[in-house]
């Protein structure tokens, strides 16, 4: 199946820096990937649709400004983390689907973030 | 927007024990995918059904498809602790809807 890589796996960060996710289509093209926010215990959440040389589409109550998405190329999508506070502590998840038909959701490993 | 609900939230049961969780949507899917995560990791794809009424095996698992196409369900038979995780139902509608999820715990 398709692999999806996300980097790093977890990070530690201060209040007040920047995070940066990294999200990658190995070995697909992907036009289109997703990021989620997990809670522990819960669903995952959609902050955000990302499109590849657009702007990335946010869900209602998502702080774009917040959250920065770059989706500079085919393979490679970035979640931003800006000014991260201890309450964004969490897991982000990001997924991509092979473009087509009836296709599953291959997701990366995930990004535990912890903000002290 | 699309609500996917799942029941139970939680369940826990003994080693050998069934398992089943249900996903309900008020409107009718054209698909219904499952998803297990393990504690600790990504959402990895089970299964997609499409068709109405479809069922499909997967060892100990079965996926189940309304007539309606508007419930799924998978059973587990006689769980082991391997099968430990939370299953989503998920459809695709211009973005994936996941369930509220079915966390499971099997007691040895």
């Known amino acids: 199946g398709a692999v999806v890589s996300q980097h790093p796996s977890w990070v530690i960060c201060k209040s007040g820096t920047s995070v940066k996710i990294e999200c990658r289509s190995l070995?697909?093209?992907?036009?289109?990937m997703f990021w989620y926010r997990q809670f522990p215990k819960q669903s995952l959440m959609l902050m955000a649709t990302?499109?590849?040389?657009?702007?990335?589409?946010?869900e209602q109550g998502v702080e774009k400004d917040k959250f920065l998405i770059n989706h500079a190329s085919l393979t490679l999508s970035t979640l931003t983390v800006t000014s991260a506070h201890p309450e964004d502590s969490s897991f982000y998840i990001c997924?991509?689907?092979?473009?087509?038909?009836?296709?599953?959701?291959?997701f990366g490993q995930g990004t535990r973030l912890t903000v002290v | 927007g699309q609500q996917v609900m799942q029941i139970p939230q939680y369940q826990h049961v003994q080693e050998g024990e069934d398992f089943t969780t249900y996903c309900n949507s008020s409107?009718?899917?054209?698909?219904i995918q499952w998803y297990k995560q393990r504690p600790g990791g990504h959402p990895v794809f089970l299964i997609q059904?499409?068709?109405?009424?479809e069922v499909k095996k997967q060892k100990r698992l079965t996926f189940q498809f309304g007539e309606a196409k508007k419930n799924s369900s998978l059973h587990i038979t006689a769980t082991q602790t391997t099968d430990v995780g939370t299953y989503f139902c998920?459809?695709?509608?211009?973005?994936?809807?996941f369930g509220t999820g079915t966390s499971l715990t099997v007691i040895p």
């Open positions: 998920a459809l695709w509608r211009n973005q994936f809807y």
């Open positions: 059904l499409v068709k109405s009424g």
């Open positions: 070995d697909f093209q992907a036009t289109t």
């Open positions: 409107t009718t899917l054209s698909n």
């Open positions: 990302s499109n590849e040389g657009s702007k990335a589409t946010y």
């Open positions: 997924s991509a689907r092979v473009p087509g038909k009836n296709t599953e959701a291959f």
